[in-house]
């Protein structure tokens, strides 16, 4: 009987142990000097594509705007007159 | 019993029964209040929703004229488009004022009848004014995509997709000019228009994703009359008629009739001679020198400067790239 309450309170601790929630103790790793922060390379604006200076852009929103008004048109084409 | 019940019931019929003949004041009074409740109530929603119509309407040929004044087709053609639009304004002001004047059903209905004739004349015209106002703002994108091609090449990039994507869409453009001038144009031509141009679009926005010059590029953007020498070290796109001369790492050549070169890719160690009408189209560093005749430009020294306009005269060379 003794054997067993030892054997059943080991396999307690044991299963608690694995179970043990992530922000439970921290495990121990070991100390490592701090590494030297690697350069992140900053993005200058020479290194962006100067694709804004294609006006891109300005043709998206020129295209928008006539698609939009010829729709809009065919709303108040779509008017009726009946009373 | 039944007797009751019967003398009770021939009692009762006749008032249930009786017509609005036999009862003038209290049966025709109820429903006549009635349907003219749902007639005024019907007239108010229907000239609400007119009003607010015309008011769409009105927003709607300020945004077309606004549309025409900024677009950069001919003054003479501008003020022939205003009129046009000044018509159709006042034919919408003709309905707005038939409409405002209605003060009930009955009115309504008849200038509603009135303004359907008006709007009939008009709505057709609105449509032309529309497609023409469109064609002159795609022409206009066209245009620009060619010059966004132009650098993409330039640049090195495969332009032959946008190309074809943009000449597709120009012969669309002529073939809806035609069917204008006809005045047969449809709106399913206007769409496979538009189609066309967003293909052409979509493929320039893919590419200006692989378009990106190095920060010590120079971008120069020249058109040159006369005798000019490009040298240094870059990617060049030379285009226009005249003769030319190259030397470079890698060139590449498209010749057109006579075999003269109509465009020239140059890559690497470039020097090249022309004497003509040429655009010339070049990232990197480098030199462009007037030997003779009449040159304007567009330049950036460096990729993340702005670009700067100027013009050379014989003797004069700019030079670009960091």
Same mark, same amino acid.
């Given at each position: 009987?003794?054997? /067993?309450?030892? /054997?059943?309170? @080991?396999?307690?601790?044991? /299963?608690?142990g694995?179970?043990?929630?992530?922000?439970?103790?921290a495990?121990?790793?070991p100390?490592t @000097?701090?590494?030297?922060?690697?350069?992140?390379?900053?993005?200058?604006?020479?290194?962006?594509?100067?694709?804004?200076?294609?006006?891109?852009?300005?043709?998206?929103?020129?295209?928008?705007?006539?698609?939009?008004?010829?729709?809009?048109?065919?709303?108040?084409?779509?008017? @009726? /007159?009946?009373? | 019993?039944?007797?009751?019940?019967?003398? &009770?019931?021939? &009692?009762?019929?006749?008032?249930?029964?009786?017509?609005?003949?036999e009862?003038?004041?209290?049966?025709?009074?109820?429903?006549?209040?009635?349907?003219?409740?749902?007639?005024?109530?019907?007239?108010? !929603?229907?000239k609400?929703?007119?009003?607010?119509?015309?008011?769409?309407?009105?927003?709607?040929?300020?945004?077309?004229?606004?549309?025409?004044?900024?677009?950069?087709?001919?003054?003479?053609? %501008?003020?022939?488009i205003?009129?046009?639009?000044?018509?159709?304004?006042?034919?919408?002001?003709?309905?707005?004022?038939?409409?405002?004047?209605?003060?009930?059903?009955?009115?309504?209905?008849? #200038?509603?009848?009135?303004? %359907? !004739?008006?709007?009939l004349?008009?709505?057709k015209?609105?449509?032309?004014?529309?497609?023409?106002?469109y064609?002159?703002?795609?022409?206009n994108?066209?245009r620009?995509?060619?010059?966004? &091609?132009?650098?993409?090449?330039?640049?090195?990039?495969?332009?032959?997709?946008?190309?074809?994507?943009?000449?597709?869409?120009?012969?669309?453009?002529?073939?809806?000019?035609?069917?204008?001038?006809?005045?047969?144009?449809t709106?399913?031509?206007? #769409?496979?228009?538009?189609?066309?141009?967003?293909? &052409?679009?979509?493929?320039?926005?893919?590419? #200006?994703?692989?378009?990106?010059? %190095?920060?010590?590029?120079?971008?120069?953007?020249?058109n040159?009359?006369?005798?000019?020498?490009?040298?240094?070290n870059?990617?060049?796109?030379?285009?226009?008629?005249?003769e030319?001369h190259?030397?470079?790492?890698? %060139?590449?050549?498209?010749?057109?009739?006579?075999?003269?070169?109509?465009?020239?890719?140059?890559?690497?160690?470039?020097?090249?001679?022309?004497?003509g009408?040429?655009?010339?189209?070049?990232?990197?560093?480098?030199?462009?020198?007037?030997?003779d005749?009449?040159?304007?430009?567009?330049?950036?020294?460096?990729?993340?400067?702005?670009?700067?306009?100027?013009?050379?005269?014989k003797?004069?060379?700019?030079?670009?790239?960091?």
């Open positions: 009987m003794k054997r /067993f309450s030892i /054997f059943l309170i @080991t396999i307690s601790l044991l /299963f608690l694995c179970s043990s929630p992530e922000g439970g103790k495990p121990v790793t100390a @000097t701090p590494s030297k922060p690697t350069p992140t390379p900053t993005q200058t604006p020479a290194e962006q594509s100067t694709g804004s200076d294609l006006g891109i852009e300005d043709i998206q929103k020129d295209l928008e705007e006539l698609e939009k008004m010829l729709s809009e048109l065919e709303e108040l084409e779509n008017v @009726t /007159f009946e009373v | 019993m039944l007797l009751v019940v019967a003398l &009770a019931l021939l &009692a009762t019929v006749p008032a249930i029964a009786a017509s609005p003949d009862k003038p004041g209290v049966g025709k009074a109820f429903g006549a209040g009635k349907g003219d409740e749902i007639r005024e109530k019907m007239f108010q !929603e229907r609400e929703m007119m009003t607010t119509w015309l008011q769409n309407c009105d927003r709607w040929m300020e945004r077309l004229r606004a549309r025409v004044e900024e677009s950069n087709i001919g003054q003479e053609s %501008k003020l022939r205003q009129e046009r639009i000044n018509n159709v304004e006042n034919r919408i002001n003709e309905i707005k004022a038939r409409i405002g004047s209605a003060k009930d059903y009955d009115e309504l209905r008849n #200038a509603t009848r009135e303004s %359907k !004739e008006i709007w004349g008009i709505s015209e609105m449509r032309m004014i529309a497609y023409e106002n064609v002159s703002h795609i022409d994108v066209l620009k995509l060619d010059e966004i &091609a132009d650098r993409f090449e330039s640049y090195g990039l495969d332009t032959t997709q946008l190309r074809n994507a943009i000449n597709e869409a120009n012969s669309t453009l002529q073939s809806v000019r035609e069917k204008m001038a006809g005045g047969t144009v709106p399913k031509d206007i #769409a496979e228009l538009n189609k066309k141009v967003m293909n &052409a679009f979509n493929e320039a926005k893919r590419l #200006a994703r692989e378009y990106k010059p %190095k920060p010590s590029d120079g971008i120069l953007m020249a040159v009359n006369g005798n000019f020498t490009l040298t240094g870059m990617t060049a796109l030379i285009k226009g008629n005249g030319l190259a030397t470079a790492t890698a %060139k590449s050549e498209s010749k057109g009739a006579a075999e003269r070169i109509e465009a020239l890719v140059v890559r690497g160690n470039v020097n090249v001679n022309g004497n009408t040429f655009k010339i189209v070049a990232h990197g560093n480098g030199t462009l020198t007037l030997n005749g009449s040159a304007s430009y567009v330049f950036k020294q460096c990729v993340n400067q702005k670009f700067v306009n100027g013009t050379l005269s003797g004069e060379s700019i030079s670009f790239g960091c």
